[in-house]
Protein backbone atom coordinates (compact mmCIF):
# COMPACT_ATOMS: atom_id res chain seq x y z
CA UNK A 1 0.00 0.00 0.00
CA UNK A 2 2.80 2.10 0.97
CA UNK A 3 4.34 1.71 -2.82
CA UNK A 4 1.22 2.79 -4.70
CA UNK A 5 0.77 6.13 -2.35
CA UNK A 6 3.32 7.40 -4.73
CA UNK A 7 1.85 6.71 -7.44
CA UNK A 8 -1.41 7.98 -6.90
CA UNK A 9 -0.31 10.96 -6.04
CA UNK A 10 1.08 10.75 -9.77
CA UNK A 11 -2.29 9.47 -10.86
CA UNK A 12 -4.21 12.45 -9.06
CA UNK A 13 -1.51 15.15 -10.15
CA UNK A 14 -2.01 14.63 -13.89
CA UNK A 15 -5.73 14.22 -13.90
CA UNK A 16 -6.14 17.73 -12.44
CA UNK A 17 -3.48 18.68 -14.65
CA UNK A 18 -5.54 17.51 -18.01
CA UNK A 19 -8.50 19.10 -15.90
CA UNK A 20 -7.37 22.44 -15.71
CA UNK A 21 -5.99 23.66 -18.92
CA UNK A 22 -3.57 26.23 -18.02
CA UNK A 23 -4.87 29.74 -19.78
CA UNK A 24 -2.78 32.60 -21.23
CA UNK A 25 -5.08 35.50 -20.88
CA UNK A 26 -4.49 38.01 -23.53
CA UNK A 27 -7.08 40.70 -22.49
CA UNK A 28 -6.92 41.70 -18.92
CA UNK A 29 -6.89 45.63 -17.68
CA UNK A 30 -6.62 46.64 -13.85
CA UNK A 31 -7.65 50.20 -14.06
CA UNK A 32 -7.77 52.95 -11.67
CA UNK A 33 -11.45 52.05 -10.50
CA UNK A 34 -10.63 48.60 -9.95
CA UNK A 35 -7.68 49.08 -8.09
CA UNK A 36 -9.15 51.13 -5.75
CA UNK A 37 -11.98 48.57 -5.06
CA UNK A 38 -9.76 45.33 -5.19
CA UNK A 39 -5.83 45.03 -4.00
CA UNK A 40 -3.40 43.80 -6.30
CA UNK A 41 -3.04 40.80 -4.01
CA UNK A 42 -6.34 40.01 -4.00
CA UNK A 43 -6.73 40.04 -8.06
CA UNK A 44 -3.19 37.76 -8.23
CA UNK A 45 -5.36 35.30 -5.77
CA UNK A 46 -8.16 35.18 -8.30
CA UNK A 47 -6.06 34.80 -11.09
CA UNK A 48 -4.34 32.07 -9.58
CA UNK A 49 -7.61 30.43 -8.89
CA UNK A 50 -8.83 30.74 -12.14
CA UNK A 51 -5.48 28.73 -13.89
CA UNK A 52 -4.07 31.73 -15.40
CA UNK A 53 -0.98 31.22 -16.22
CA UNK A 54 0.08 33.98 -17.59
CA UNK A 55 -1.89 37.53 -18.45
CA UNK A 56 -1.67 40.08 -20.82
CA UNK A 57 -2.00 43.26 -18.71
CA UNK A 58 -2.99 46.75 -19.44
CA UNK A 59 -4.07 49.49 -17.56
CA UNK A 60 -5.86 53.19 -17.40
CA UNK A 61 -4.09 54.80 -15.84
CA UNK A 62 -0.24 52.56 -16.04
CA UNK A 63 -0.32 52.12 -11.80
CA UNK A 64 -2.81 49.06 -11.63
CA UNK A 65 -0.49 46.91 -14.20
CA UNK A 66 2.88 48.23 -12.04
CA UNK A 67 0.89 47.40 -8.95
CA UNK A 68 -0.17 43.52 -10.26
CA UNK A 69 3.34 43.35 -11.69
CA UNK A 70 4.69 43.32 -8.31
CA UNK A 71 2.11 41.20 -6.71
CA UNK A 72 1.97 38.60 -9.31
CA UNK A 73 5.57 39.12 -11.19
CA UNK A 74 5.10 35.09 -12.49
CA UNK A 75 1.52 36.22 -14.44
CA UNK A 76 1.69 39.34 -15.34
CA UNK A 77 3.23 40.43 -18.63
CA UNK A 78 2.61 44.15 -19.03
CA UNK A 79 1.16 46.26 -21.95
CA UNK A 80 1.49 50.17 -21.65
CA UNK A 81 -2.25 51.74 -22.67
CA UNK A 82 -2.47 55.18 -23.75
CA UNK A 83 -4.94 56.01 -21.48
CA UNK A 84 -4.34 58.09 -17.91
CA UNK A 85 -8.52 57.80 -16.75
CA UNK A 86 -11.38 55.86 -18.00
CA UNK A 87 -12.95 57.70 -21.11
CA UNK A 88 -10.08 58.82 -23.25
CA UNK A 89 -10.90 55.71 -25.83
CA UNK A 90 -12.43 57.57 -28.44
CA UNK A 91 -10.29 61.18 -27.76
CA UNK A 92 -6.76 60.30 -27.05
CA UNK A 93 -6.08 60.04 -30.98
CA UNK A 94 -6.26 63.60 -30.79
CA UNK A 95 -4.46 64.57 -27.79
CA UNK A 96 -0.76 64.81 -28.26
CA UNK A 97 0.07 64.73 -24.47
CA UNK A 98 -0.78 61.03 -25.03
CA UNK A 99 2.76 60.71 -26.25
CA UNK A 100 4.29 62.56 -23.69
CA UNK A 101 2.45 59.70 -21.20
CA UNK A 102 3.46 56.70 -22.88
CA UNK A 103 7.07 57.77 -23.88
CA UNK A 104 7.78 59.14 -20.12
CA UNK A 105 6.54 55.15 -18.46
CA UNK A 106 9.09 53.35 -21.93
CA UNK A 107 11.61 55.29 -20.50
CA UNK A 108 10.91 53.79 -16.49
CA UNK A 109 9.67 50.40 -17.03
CA UNK A 110 9.29 47.74 -19.19
CA UNK A 111 6.74 46.55 -21.15
CA UNK A 112 5.55 43.88 -24.27
CA UNK A 113 2.84 45.83 -26.22
CA UNK A 114 1.53 49.06 -26.84
CA UNK A 115 -2.32 48.83 -25.79
CA UNK A 116 -4.88 47.64 -25.92
CA UNK A 117 -5.97 51.18 -27.47
CA UNK A 118 -9.08 52.01 -29.93
CA UNK A 119 -8.77 53.08 -33.16
CA UNK A 120 -10.99 52.61 -36.35
CA UNK A 121 -10.36 53.37 -39.60
CA UNK A 122 -8.58 56.42 -41.05
CA UNK A 123 -7.76 57.37 -37.30
CA UNK A 124 -4.61 55.26 -37.99
CA UNK A 125 -3.24 58.68 -40.04
CA UNK A 126 -3.53 60.74 -37.16
CA UNK A 127 0.23 61.93 -35.74
CA UNK A 128 -0.50 60.67 -32.04
CA UNK A 129 -1.08 56.99 -33.50
CA UNK A 130 1.84 57.43 -36.02
CA UNK A 131 3.84 57.98 -33.03
CA UNK A 132 2.81 54.90 -31.03
CA UNK A 133 3.43 52.56 -34.56
CA UNK A 134 7.32 54.63 -34.35
CA UNK A 135 7.38 53.81 -30.62
CA UNK A 136 6.64 50.09 -31.49
CA UNK A 137 9.17 49.86 -33.68
CA UNK A 138 11.86 51.47 -31.62
CA UNK A 139 11.21 49.15 -28.67
CA UNK A 140 9.86 46.32 -30.63
CA UNK A 141 6.30 46.02 -28.85
CA UNK A 142 3.25 44.36 -29.89
CA UNK A 143 0.61 46.46 -30.96
CA UNK A 144 -2.98 45.77 -29.15
CA UNK A 145 -5.41 47.64 -30.96
CA UNK A 146 -9.69 47.25 -30.84
CA UNK A 147 -10.10 47.91 -34.46
CA UNK A 148 -12.07 47.61 -37.56
CA UNK A 149 -10.31 45.69 -40.25
CA UNK A 150 -9.23 48.43 -42.23
CA UNK A 151 -7.60 50.20 -39.04
CA UNK A 152 -5.32 46.64 -39.16
CA UNK A 153 -4.48 46.66 -42.63
CA UNK A 154 -3.35 50.91 -42.51
CA UNK A 155 -1.20 49.75 -39.33
CA UNK A 156 0.52 47.29 -41.66
CA UNK A 157 0.53 49.96 -44.09
CA UNK A 158 2.76 52.23 -41.59
CA UNK A 159 5.04 49.53 -40.63
CA UNK A 160 4.95 46.21 -42.46
CA UNK A 161 6.98 44.66 -40.52
CA UNK A 162 4.50 45.22 -37.04
CA UNK A 163 3.33 42.19 -34.70
CA UNK A 164 -0.45 43.64 -33.93
CA UNK A 165 -3.08 41.61 -31.52
CA UNK A 166 -6.44 42.17 -32.81
CA UNK A 167 -8.54 42.72 -29.59
CA UNK A 168 -11.63 40.60 -29.75
CA UNK A 169 -11.07 39.84 -33.51
CA UNK A 170 -12.78 43.04 -34.79
CA UNK A 171 -16.15 41.35 -33.50
CA UNK A 172 -16.12 39.97 -37.32
CA UNK A 173 -17.92 36.90 -37.95
CA UNK A 174 -14.81 34.38 -38.30
CA UNK A 175 -15.14 34.64 -42.52
CA UNK A 176 -14.19 38.29 -42.11
CA UNK A 177 -11.39 37.64 -39.62
CA UNK A 178 -10.05 34.73 -41.45
CA UNK A 179 -9.59 37.21 -44.85
CA UNK A 180 -7.94 39.91 -42.42
CA UNK A 181 -5.36 37.15 -40.99
CA UNK A 182 -4.97 35.83 -44.47
CA UNK A 183 -3.77 39.57 -45.56
CA UNK A 184 -0.99 40.03 -42.99
CA UNK A 185 0.87 37.19 -41.40
CA UNK A 186 2.19 39.26 -37.83
CA UNK A 187 -1.85 39.19 -36.89
CA UNK A 188 -2.97 37.41 -33.76
CA UNK A 189 -6.69 37.43 -33.09
CA UNK A 190 -8.04 37.89 -29.47
CA UNK A 191 -11.39 36.02 -28.85
CA UNK A 192 -12.36 38.27 -25.43
CA UNK A 193 -15.21 39.34 -25.05
CA UNK A 194 -17.28 37.20 -27.08
CA UNK A 195 -19.06 33.93 -26.84
CA UNK A 196 -20.11 32.92 -30.39
CA UNK A 197 -16.83 30.45 -30.58
CA UNK A 198 -19.04 28.52 -28.46
CA UNK A 199 -22.78 27.15 -29.10
CA UNK A 200 -23.93 25.37 -26.18
CA UNK A 201 -19.81 24.03 -25.20
CA UNK A 202 -18.86 23.21 -28.69
CA UNK A 203 -16.82 25.10 -31.26
CA UNK A 204 -19.52 26.28 -34.09
CA UNK A 205 -18.55 24.93 -37.54
CA UNK A 206 -17.51 28.25 -39.12
CA UNK A 207 -15.24 28.83 -35.93
CA UNK A 208 -13.75 25.70 -36.28
CA UNK A 209 -12.37 26.42 -39.53
CA UNK A 210 -11.25 29.59 -38.39
CA UNK A 211 -9.51 28.07 -36.01
CA UNK A 212 -8.06 24.90 -38.27
CA UNK A 213 -6.55 27.45 -40.89
CA UNK A 214 -4.84 29.35 -38.47
CA UNK A 215 -3.71 27.01 -35.26
CA UNK A 216 -1.19 29.93 -34.65
CA UNK A 217 -3.17 32.59 -34.35
CA UNK A 218 -5.89 32.81 -32.19
CA UNK A 219 -6.10 33.44 -27.68
CA UNK A 220 -7.98 33.97 -25.30
CA UNK A 221 -9.03 36.62 -22.95
CA UNK A 222 -11.78 37.85 -20.64
CA UNK A 223 -11.79 41.57 -21.25
CA UNK A 224 -12.00 43.15 -17.51
CA UNK A 225 -12.73 47.09 -18.79
CA UNK A 226 -14.49 47.12 -15.68
CA UNK A 227 -14.68 46.44 -12.30
CA UNK A 228 -17.17 43.96 -12.08
CA UNK A 229 -16.10 42.00 -15.14
CA UNK A 230 -12.78 40.85 -12.24
CA UNK A 231 -15.98 38.18 -11.47
CA UNK A 232 -15.44 36.90 -14.60
CA UNK A 233 -12.05 35.60 -15.12
CA UNK A 234 -12.93 32.22 -13.20
CA UNK A 235 -15.95 32.16 -15.33
CA UNK A 236 -14.34 33.03 -18.68
CA UNK A 237 -11.21 30.42 -18.05
CA UNK A 238 -14.24 27.85 -17.23
CA UNK A 239 -16.02 28.79 -20.44
CA UNK A 240 -13.03 28.45 -22.86
CA UNK A 241 -11.77 25.19 -21.17
CA UNK A 242 -15.27 24.21 -22.05
CA UNK A 243 -15.50 24.90 -25.74
CA UNK A 244 -11.63 24.12 -26.26
CA UNK A 245 -11.84 20.65 -24.77
CA UNK A 246 -14.11 19.78 -28.31
CA UNK A 247 -11.43 20.84 -29.89
CA UNK A 248 -8.32 18.42 -31.09
CA UNK A 249 -5.75 18.80 -27.98
CA UNK A 250 -2.82 20.49 -29.91
CA UNK A 251 -4.97 22.95 -31.03
CA UNK A 252 -6.53 23.20 -27.68
CA UNK A 253 -3.37 24.19 -26.24
CA UNK A 254 -2.35 26.47 -28.73
CA UNK A 255 -5.35 28.81 -28.16
CA UNK A 256 -5.34 28.50 -24.60
CA UNK A 257 -1.84 29.79 -23.89
CA UNK A 258 0.58 28.74 -26.38
CA UNK A 259 -0.11 30.89 -29.68
CA UNK A 260 0.26 33.98 -27.20
CA UNK A 261 3.41 32.42 -25.86
CA UNK A 262 4.66 32.37 -29.09
CA UNK A 263 3.66 35.70 -30.06
CA UNK A 264 5.52 37.34 -27.19
CA UNK A 265 8.11 35.19 -27.51
CA UNK A 266 7.85 33.71 -23.96
CA UNK A 267 7.81 30.53 -24.96
ZN1 LIG B 1 -10.00 45.65 -23.52
Redesign the pocket.
Known amino acids: MRILLPVIAALIATHVHAQELPVFDA ?1 I ?1 YSHDAVELVPPEEIAKLLRAAGVKKALVSSSDDNGTQRLLEAAPDIVVPALRPYRRRGEISTWMNDPTVIDYVEGLLAKHEYVALG ?1 FHIYGEQVKTPVMQRMIALAKEYDLLLHA ?1 SDAEAIDLIFESFPEARVLW ?1 HSGFDRPDEVRDVLRRHKNLWSDL ?1 FRSDQSSNGIVPPEWRAAFEEFPDRFMVGT ?1 T ?1 APERWYYVGEHAAFSRKWLSTLPEELAENIAYRNAEKMLGLD
Do not use: G, K, L
Open positions: HHEHAADF
